[in-house]
Protein backbone atom coordinates (compact mmCIF):
# COMPACT_ATOMS: atom_id res chain seq x y z
CA UNK A 1 0.00 0.00 0.00
CA UNK A 2 1.70 3.53 -1.00
CA UNK A 3 -1.02 5.34 1.03
CA UNK A 4 -3.38 4.69 3.96
CA UNK A 5 -5.86 7.34 2.80
CA UNK A 6 -5.83 5.48 -0.92
CA UNK A 7 -7.78 2.02 1.95
CA UNK A 8 -11.52 2.90 1.64
CA UNK A 9 -13.12 2.92 5.12
CA UNK A 10 -14.40 -0.87 6.21
CA UNK A 11 -18.11 -1.68 7.06
CA UNK A 12 -19.80 1.00 5.50
CA UNK A 13 -23.02 3.15 6.83
CA UNK A 14 -25.06 0.29 7.04
CA UNK A 15 -22.44 -1.73 9.26
CA UNK A 16 -22.14 1.24 11.52
CA UNK A 17 -25.85 1.86 11.32
CA UNK A 18 -26.48 -1.84 12.15
CA UNK A 19 -23.70 -2.27 15.09
CA UNK A 20 -25.45 1.20 16.81
CA UNK A 21 -28.52 -0.41 16.29
CA UNK A 22 -27.65 -3.46 18.15
CA UNK A 23 -25.50 -1.83 20.65
CA UNK A 24 -28.26 0.55 21.54
CA UNK A 25 -30.97 -1.70 21.94
CA UNK A 26 -29.14 -5.13 22.94
CA UNK A 27 -26.87 -3.73 24.94
CA UNK A 28 -23.05 -4.00 24.71
CA UNK A 29 -22.83 -8.03 25.43
CA UNK A 30 -25.22 -8.93 22.77
CA UNK A 31 -23.58 -6.66 20.45
CA UNK A 32 -19.72 -7.65 21.03
CA UNK A 33 -21.73 -11.39 19.70
CA UNK A 34 -21.10 -8.99 16.11
CA UNK A 35 -17.60 -8.81 16.89
CA UNK A 36 -17.01 -12.31 15.44
CA UNK A 37 -18.41 -12.15 12.28
CA UNK A 38 -16.69 -8.82 11.87
CA UNK A 39 -13.23 -9.92 12.52
CA UNK A 40 -14.35 -12.88 10.20
CA UNK A 41 -14.48 -10.55 7.79
CA UNK A 42 -11.55 -8.42 8.08
CA UNK A 43 -9.52 -11.17 8.59
CA UNK A 44 -10.01 -13.22 6.08
CA UNK A 45 -10.92 -10.86 3.05
CA UNK A 46 -9.19 -7.35 3.83
CA UNK A 47 -5.91 -8.80 2.36
CA UNK A 48 -3.42 -5.65 2.65
CA UNK A 49 -4.47 -4.86 6.21
CA UNK A 50 -4.19 -8.78 7.03
CA UNK A 51 -0.29 -8.58 6.23
CA UNK A 52 0.27 -4.84 7.21
CA UNK A 53 -1.26 -6.47 10.60
CA UNK A 54 0.83 -9.32 10.64
CA UNK A 55 3.91 -7.72 9.34
CA UNK A 56 3.63 -5.49 12.63
CA UNK A 57 2.81 -8.12 14.92
CA UNK A 58 5.61 -10.25 14.14
CA UNK A 59 7.74 -6.95 15.02
CA UNK A 60 6.26 -6.42 18.51
CA UNK A 61 5.38 -10.04 19.36
CA UNK A 62 9.10 -10.59 18.55
CA UNK A 63 8.15 -13.78 16.95
CA UNK A 64 6.89 -14.91 13.76
CA UNK A 65 2.81 -13.81 13.65
CA UNK A 66 0.23 -15.92 12.35
CA UNK A 67 -3.55 -15.62 11.37
CA UNK A 68 -4.69 -16.34 14.89
CA UNK A 69 -2.46 -13.77 15.85
CA UNK A 70 -4.14 -11.30 12.87
CA UNK A 71 -7.76 -12.11 14.18
CA UNK A 72 -6.66 -11.22 17.51
CA UNK A 73 -5.76 -7.72 16.28
CA UNK A 74 -8.54 -7.08 14.25
CA UNK A 75 -10.95 -8.07 17.36
CA UNK A 76 -9.52 -5.43 19.65
CA UNK A 77 -9.93 -3.05 17.23
CA UNK A 78 -13.81 -3.88 16.62
CA UNK A 79 -13.96 -4.34 20.92
CA UNK A 80 -12.72 -0.28 20.56
CA UNK A 81 -14.95 0.67 17.28
CA UNK A 82 -18.18 -0.82 19.08
CA UNK A 83 -17.15 0.84 22.61
CA UNK A 84 -16.96 4.15 20.95
CA UNK A 85 -21.03 4.09 20.60
CA UNK A 86 -21.55 3.52 24.27
CA UNK A 87 -17.93 6.38 25.18
CA UNK A 88 -19.29 8.88 22.86
CA UNK A 89 -23.31 8.47 24.41
CA UNK A 90 -22.29 9.12 27.68
CA UNK A 91 -22.27 5.57 28.73
CA UNK A 92 -18.68 6.09 30.27
CA UNK A 93 -19.98 4.34 33.67
CA UNK A 94 -19.97 0.62 31.88
CA UNK A 95 -16.66 0.84 31.65
CA UNK A 96 -13.69 0.35 34.39
CA UNK A 97 -10.74 2.99 33.28
CA UNK A 98 -7.63 2.83 35.28
CA UNK A 99 -6.25 6.77 35.05
CA UNK A 100 -2.70 7.58 35.27
CA UNK A 101 -0.89 10.96 34.73
CA UNK A 102 -3.87 12.81 35.62
CA UNK A 103 -1.55 15.33 38.05
CA UNK A 104 0.37 16.45 34.68
CA UNK A 105 -2.35 17.07 32.52
CA UNK A 106 -4.35 18.98 35.40
CA UNK A 107 -1.22 21.01 35.91
CA UNK A 108 -0.75 22.15 32.38
CA UNK A 109 -4.60 22.73 32.12
CA UNK A 110 -4.63 24.80 35.20
CA UNK A 111 -2.03 27.37 33.54
CA UNK A 112 -4.95 28.44 31.34
CA UNK A 113 -2.92 28.32 28.39
CA UNK A 114 -4.33 25.30 26.73
CA UNK A 115 -2.40 22.07 26.34
CA UNK A 116 -1.69 20.38 23.01
CA UNK A 117 -2.65 16.84 23.71
CA UNK A 118 -0.70 13.96 21.07
CA UNK A 119 -1.87 11.02 21.11
CA UNK A 120 -1.83 7.91 18.56
CA UNK A 121 -3.76 4.90 16.77
CA UNK A 122 -2.56 3.28 19.66
CA UNK A 123 -5.96 1.99 21.23
CA UNK A 124 -9.01 3.92 21.95
CA UNK A 125 -8.89 8.29 21.60
CA UNK A 126 -12.49 8.22 22.87
CA UNK A 127 -11.82 6.70 26.66
CA UNK A 128 -10.56 10.24 26.54
CA UNK A 129 -14.55 11.20 28.00
CA UNK A 130 -13.55 9.78 31.14
CA UNK A 131 -11.17 13.18 31.31
CA UNK A 132 -14.24 15.32 30.40
CA UNK A 133 -16.68 13.83 32.99
CA UNK A 134 -14.23 14.58 35.68
CA UNK A 135 -13.23 17.48 34.69
CA UNK A 136 -15.96 19.13 33.18
CA UNK A 137 -14.76 22.57 33.58
CA UNK A 138 -12.17 21.91 31.09
CA UNK A 139 -12.81 22.47 27.10
CA UNK A 140 -11.83 19.36 24.78
CA UNK A 141 -11.34 19.76 21.17
CA UNK A 142 -10.50 17.03 18.61
CA UNK A 143 -8.56 17.57 15.69
CA UNK A 144 -10.08 15.08 13.39
CA UNK A 145 -10.38 14.34 9.27
CA UNK A 146 -13.74 14.38 8.26
CA UNK A 147 -12.60 13.30 4.86
CA UNK A 148 -10.78 10.19 5.74
CA UNK A 149 -13.46 8.98 7.82
CA UNK A 150 -17.16 10.37 7.00
CA UNK A 151 -18.70 7.22 8.63
CA UNK A 152 -16.76 7.67 11.85
CA UNK A 153 -17.87 11.86 11.59
CA UNK A 154 -21.74 11.00 11.08
CA UNK A 155 -21.85 8.76 13.72
CA UNK A 156 -20.21 11.33 16.18
CA UNK A 157 -22.40 13.59 14.84
CA UNK A 158 -25.54 11.39 15.43
CA UNK A 159 -24.09 10.54 19.11
CA UNK A 160 -22.80 13.46 20.81
CA UNK A 161 -23.32 16.47 18.35
CA UNK A 162 -21.60 19.05 21.50
CA UNK A 163 -18.54 17.03 20.75
CA UNK A 164 -18.84 16.81 17.13
CA UNK A 165 -19.53 21.00 17.37
CA UNK A 166 -16.39 21.13 18.50
CA UNK A 167 -14.05 19.17 16.11
CA UNK A 168 -10.93 20.92 14.26
CA UNK A 169 -11.42 19.35 10.85
CA UNK A 170 -7.97 18.38 9.85
CA UNK A 171 -8.59 18.02 5.78
CA UNK A 172 -8.72 21.70 5.53
CA UNK A 173 -5.48 23.66 4.37
CA UNK A 174 -2.40 23.64 6.83
CA UNK A 175 -2.55 27.53 7.53
CA UNK A 176 -6.18 26.86 8.65
CA UNK A 177 -5.67 24.30 10.86
CA UNK A 178 -3.41 26.45 12.68
CA UNK A 179 -5.68 29.27 13.15
CA UNK A 180 -8.57 26.66 14.67
CA UNK A 181 -5.95 25.26 17.22
CA UNK A 182 -4.48 28.98 18.15
CA UNK A 183 -7.86 30.15 18.74
CA UNK A 184 -8.85 26.98 21.39
CA UNK A 185 -5.77 27.07 22.97
CA UNK A 186 -5.88 30.94 23.79
CA UNK A 187 -9.26 29.86 24.93
CA UNK A 188 -7.68 27.07 27.23
CA UNK A 189 -8.69 24.64 25.68
CA UNK A 190 -6.87 21.20 25.18
CA UNK A 191 -6.70 20.60 22.01
CA UNK A 192 -6.21 16.13 20.86
CA UNK A 193 -4.46 15.16 17.79
CA UNK A 194 -3.16 12.23 16.60
CA UNK A 195 0.04 12.50 15.33
CA UNK A 196 1.68 9.27 14.29
CA UNK A 197 0.44 9.25 10.77
CA UNK A 198 2.02 10.97 7.57
CA UNK A 199 -0.12 11.97 4.91
CA UNK A 200 1.18 11.71 1.22
CA UNK A 201 1.95 15.22 1.28
CA UNK A 202 3.07 16.60 4.24
CA UNK A 203 6.84 17.06 5.65
CA UNK A 204 8.20 14.27 7.98
CA UNK A 205 11.22 12.66 9.49
CA UNK A 206 12.68 8.95 10.37
CA UNK A 207 13.00 7.40 13.68
CA UNK A 208 13.40 4.01 15.17
CA UNK A 209 10.50 2.25 15.75
CA UNK A 210 10.32 -1.62 16.32
CA UNK A 211 13.31 -2.24 15.15
CA UNK A 212 13.25 -0.53 11.94
CA UNK A 213 13.00 3.22 10.57
CA UNK A 214 9.35 4.90 10.25
CA UNK A 215 8.12 8.34 9.22
CA UNK A 216 6.31 10.69 11.49
CA UNK A 217 4.96 13.96 10.79
CA UNK A 218 6.68 16.86 11.67
CA UNK A 219 3.50 19.26 11.60
CA UNK A 220 2.68 18.62 15.08
CA UNK A 221 5.71 19.80 16.52
CA UNK A 222 6.15 23.01 14.32
CA UNK A 223 2.77 24.02 15.44
CA UNK A 224 3.85 23.13 19.11
CA UNK A 225 7.21 25.15 19.01
CA UNK A 226 4.61 28.31 17.06
CA UNK A 227 1.80 28.29 20.12
CA UNK A 228 4.57 27.72 23.02
CA UNK A 229 2.00 25.87 24.84
CA UNK A 230 2.46 22.74 27.26
CA UNK A 231 2.62 19.07 25.38
CA UNK A 232 0.94 16.06 27.06
CA UNK A 233 1.15 12.59 25.52
CA UNK A 234 -2.25 10.51 26.13
CA UNK A 235 -2.73 6.60 25.32
CA UNK A 236 -5.71 4.93 26.08
CA UNK A 237 -5.09 1.23 26.18
CA UNK A 238 -7.66 -1.56 25.89
CA UNK A 239 -6.65 -4.01 28.30
CA UNK A 240 -9.86 -6.37 27.25
CA UNK A 241 -13.26 -6.88 28.35
CA UNK A 242 -14.40 -3.15 29.69
CA UNK A 243 -11.40 -2.71 30.81
CA UNK A 244 -9.04 0.27 29.62
CA UNK A 245 -5.92 2.79 31.19
CA UNK A 246 -5.86 5.77 30.42
CA UNK A 247 -2.24 7.28 30.44
CA UNK A 248 -1.07 10.71 29.67
CA UNK A 249 2.69 11.88 30.13
CA UNK A 250 3.87 15.20 30.37
CA UNK A 251 6.33 15.49 27.27
CA UNK A 252 7.33 19.08 27.51
CA UNK A 253 6.47 22.58 28.93
CA UNK A 254 6.80 24.25 26.03
CA UNK A 255 8.69 22.63 22.64
CA UNK A 256 11.76 24.70 21.57
CA UNK A 257 12.85 24.56 18.20
CA UNK A 258 15.84 26.91 17.22
CA UNK A 259 15.40 27.69 13.75
CA UNK A 260 19.49 27.36 12.32
CA UNK A 261 18.98 23.95 14.13
CA UNK A 262 15.25 22.75 12.87
CA UNK A 263 16.26 19.16 11.75
CA UNK A 264 17.91 18.14 14.40
CA UNK A 265 15.63 19.80 16.96
CA UNK A 266 12.61 18.07 15.00
CA UNK A 267 14.27 14.67 14.83
CA UNK A 268 14.91 14.68 18.48
CA UNK A 269 11.78 15.67 19.18
CA UNK A 270 10.52 12.39 16.68
CA UNK A 271 12.71 9.81 18.13
CA UNK A 272 11.91 10.59 22.12
CA UNK A 273 7.64 10.15 20.52
CA UNK A 274 8.74 7.24 18.65
CA UNK A 275 10.50 5.68 21.70
CA UNK A 276 7.21 6.14 24.43
CA UNK A 277 4.65 5.06 21.80
CA UNK A 278 7.11 1.97 21.34
CA UNK A 279 7.30 1.41 24.98
CA UNK A 280 3.08 1.43 24.88
CA UNK A 281 3.12 -0.82 22.15
CA UNK A 282 4.69 -3.31 23.42
CA UNK A 283 2.90 -2.93 26.45
CA UNK A 284 -0.50 -3.62 24.57
CA UNK A 285 0.79 -5.25 20.95
CA UNK A 286 -2.97 -6.02 19.41
CA UNK A 287 -4.16 -1.98 19.79
CA UNK A 288 -1.94 -1.38 17.02
CA UNK A 289 -4.68 0.46 14.57
CA UNK A 290 -2.84 1.38 11.90
CA UNK A 291 -3.53 -1.36 9.22
CA UNK A 292 -0.88 -0.15 6.75
CA UNK A 293 2.44 -0.87 5.64
CA UNK A 294 4.03 1.82 8.78
CA UNK A 295 7.25 1.17 8.21
CA UNK A 296 7.44 1.28 3.67
CA UNK A 297 9.89 3.52 1.86
CA UNK A 298 8.81 7.10 2.04
CA UNK A 299 10.00 10.58 -0.17
CA UNK A 300 11.87 13.31 1.46
CA UNK A 301 8.62 15.42 1.42
CA UNK A 302 10.45 18.33 1.93
CA UNK A 303 12.89 18.18 -1.09
CA UNK A 304 10.82 15.70 -3.63
CA UNK A 305 7.31 17.98 -2.97
CA UNK A 306 8.58 21.90 -1.93
CA UNK A 307 5.23 23.19 -3.15
CA UNK A 308 3.55 21.08 0.51
CA UNK A 309 6.48 23.01 2.04
CA UNK A 310 4.87 26.57 3.00
CA UNK A 311 1.68 24.93 4.65
CA UNK A 312 3.48 23.73 7.05
CA UNK A 313 6.83 25.44 7.77
CA UNK A 314 7.04 26.88 11.01
CA UNK A 315 8.16 30.21 9.65
CA UNK A 316 4.47 30.45 7.75
CA UNK A 317 3.06 28.69 11.15
CA UNK A 318 4.32 31.82 13.12
CA UNK A 319 2.93 34.26 11.01
CA UNK A 320 -0.72 32.48 11.12
CA UNK A 321 0.14 32.39 14.98
CA UNK A 322 1.44 35.91 15.44
CA UNK A 323 -2.04 37.34 12.94
CA UNK A 324 -3.77 35.14 15.27
CA UNK A 325 -2.65 36.87 18.34
CA UNK A 326 -3.38 40.09 17.11
CA UNK A 327 -6.61 39.23 16.18
CA UNK A 328 -7.24 38.23 19.45
CA UNK A 329 -6.13 41.57 21.16
CA UNK A 330 -2.98 39.60 22.23
Known amino acids: MTDWKQRPEGGGRFAIWLIRSIARYGGRAVARLCLYPITAYFTLVRAPE ?64 GVLL ?38 LDELNPEIASGVIDASQDGPSIVMAIHQACSAGAMVAMLVDRVRGDEPSLPAPFLGA ?33 LVFESFADGIEVPRGQR ?43 PHAAPVLDDAAVQRRTAVGRRAAGG
Open 50 to 113: RRASIEYLTRVLGRPAGLRDGARHVYTFASTILDRVFLLGGRIDAFDVALHGLDDIHAALDRGK
Open 118 to 155: FGSHLGSFEVLRVLARRRPEYTIRVVLDKQQSPVMTQL
Open 213 to 245: EARFPTAPWLIAAALKVPVVLGFGLYRGGNRYE
Open 263 to 305: AAALSALIRRYASRLETCARSAPYNWFNFYDFWQPHPDDARAQ
